[in-house]
Every structure is written in structure tokens, then in C-alpha cells.
């Protein structure tokens, strides 16, 4: 069966998507997520037990090694626990294909990296766009929808240069109207703020958090290393030894 955002449900059958206010829009029930490190077996979700609200920006932290970016890539199907149960957005990740993982990822998951991973040689909207092409669209019919995310972070005006041409800053901007541009549920940031100075980051941090509390609502997650980047979200979360410790 295909639901209205064109996402199939599995044959094994899942939950409807969750709209209601209130109702939790990641539930992760005992996640073990394993990796074979030369002869040694590391555990970096051991047993994670997690929910998370829509409308909320959310921080994850903790030191190295503590599990954070392992639950990031699962809560953005960028990976698969060995066992528990992690379900976003009313689908359980784990029960999906690998197509269905895709479209999971393409059409409900907005990712933000702390380098950009901007395309050098496309214009800030061409960038915005380009997950509408990835989606069968062609990149002129997303412009219109492009230029206005643009302008949601302040960047109308900077539409037609590319990344070379802005600020770090400017680019995270652009690379922020990207994620959006599908109208996913949640957003995954890694490390926001890591490649900027303290006043650019801080602007970042408040459009983060503008994007968590505008329309019906989304859910921002983001991962840091920074306490002072941390305190701007709702919530913060402290993951140490695959477990977390709020």
C-alpha cells in the first residue's frame, strides 16, 4: 500500500503515521547497534531506550566514543541496530527494505553535515533543489520553492553564487534550506556549528531552533561536542557507553 507522501508501507505491516500533537515521533526501544573492531566487539548503543517529541530541538552529547553519531545514523536509517526496535515517524526503520530505507531518508529525514556537503559547482538554490531532483524532479521546477527557503534563512539575495562565493555561515544557511526543502518531519545535524566561529554559530543555533517550533512541527536532533551549542535546545541529551544518561 502507498501512503500519501508516496512512501510504501511494508508487507509486514506498521503503525500509521503519527500527526497527533503530543504523540512521539521517535520511540527507540532497547537498541544494540555492534561493530567489529580488528578482534574486539564494540558496543556503541547498548541497550538505548529513547522517545522524542515533535517541536522540540534536541541536543545529543557525550565524550567520544559514547554512541552519539551511531543513534544519529539510525534515527536517520543511515544505519540498522543489530537488535531493538527504532521507530520514527510511525514506521519501524528496522523492519524496512533498503529502497524503503531510501525513500525513508529522501522524503522524511533532513540531514545537515558540519562541512556543508555542498555541491561546488551548483548555485545556493541549484544546492537547496537538488533533493527534489534526486526525487524525479527536474531542478527548474523546484527554483520557485528553492528561493523561498532561501529567503526563510536569509539568503534571497545570495541565490545565484555558489559556495565558494559565501561564508561559512552562508553556506550552513544554504545546506539548513536544503534539509527543508522536502518538508521532512526530522532533522539531523551532526556537528552544526563545529566548522564556524562562535557568533555565526550562534546564529545557526537560532534558526535550528526556529525550525523545530514553526508550522505543525518537526523534531531537530542535533549532535555536538559543545555544552554552550547544547544549551539553545529544549533538551539535552547525555549519551555515554551506548546508554543514555539525561
Do not use: C
Not at 528553492?146 to 544554504?174: N, T
Not at 532533522?187 to 525550525?211: C, F, K, Q, R, Y
Amino acid at each position: 500500500m502507498r501512503r500519501g507522501n508516496g512512501l510504501s508501507e511494508p508487507s509486514s505491516g506498521l503503525s500509521d503515521i503519527r500527526e497527533a500533537s503530543g504523540q512521539p515521533i521517535v520511540e527507540a526501544i532497547d537498541l544494540v547497534r555492534e561493530y567489529q573492531m580488528g578482534q574486539e566487539k564494540v558496543r556503541a548503543l547498548d541497550g538505548l531506550n529513547l522517545t522524542l517529541e515533535a517541536r522540540q530541538f534536541v541536543s545529543i552529547v557525550g565524550p567520544s566514543g559514547a554512541g552519539k553519531s551511531t543513534l544519529l545514523h539510525v534515527l536517520g536509517a543511515l544505519d540498522v541496530p543489530d537488535s531493538g526496535s527504532i521507530i520514527v515517524d510511525g514506521l519501524d526503520l528496522a523492519k524496512l527494505s533498503e529502497e524503503q530505507q531510501s525513500e525513508f531518508r529522501r522524503t522524511r529525514v533532513g540531514f545537515i553535515f558540519q562541512f556543508f556537503n555542498l555541491i561546488p559547482t551548483m548555485s545556493a538554490w541549484e544546492n537547496v533543489a537538488l533533493p527534489r531532483l534526486l526525487d524525479g524532479k527536474s531542478l527548474r521546477s523546484a527554483k520557485s520553492e528553492a528561493i523561498a527557503l532561501l529567503d526563510r534563512v536569509g539568503l534571497g539575495d545570495r541565490s545565484k553564487h555558489r559556495p565558494s562565493e559565501l561564508s561559512g555561515g552562508q553556506m550552513q544557511r544554504v545546506a539548513i534550506a536544503r534539509s527543508l526543502i522536502m518538508s521532512p518531519r526530522i532533522v539531523l545535524a551532526d556537528e552544526p556549528t563545529g566548522n564556524l566561529d562562535s557568533h555565526t554559530g550562534e546564529s545557526i543555533l537560532e534558526l535550528l531552533t526556529e525550525v523545530a517550533h514553526e508550522g505543525d512541527g518537526r523534531l531537530v536532533v542535533m549532535v555536538t561536542h559543545d555544552n554552550k551549542a547544547a544549551a539553545h535546545a529544549d533538551r539535552t541529551i547525555t549519551v555515554r557507553d551506548g546508554k543514555i544518561q539525561e
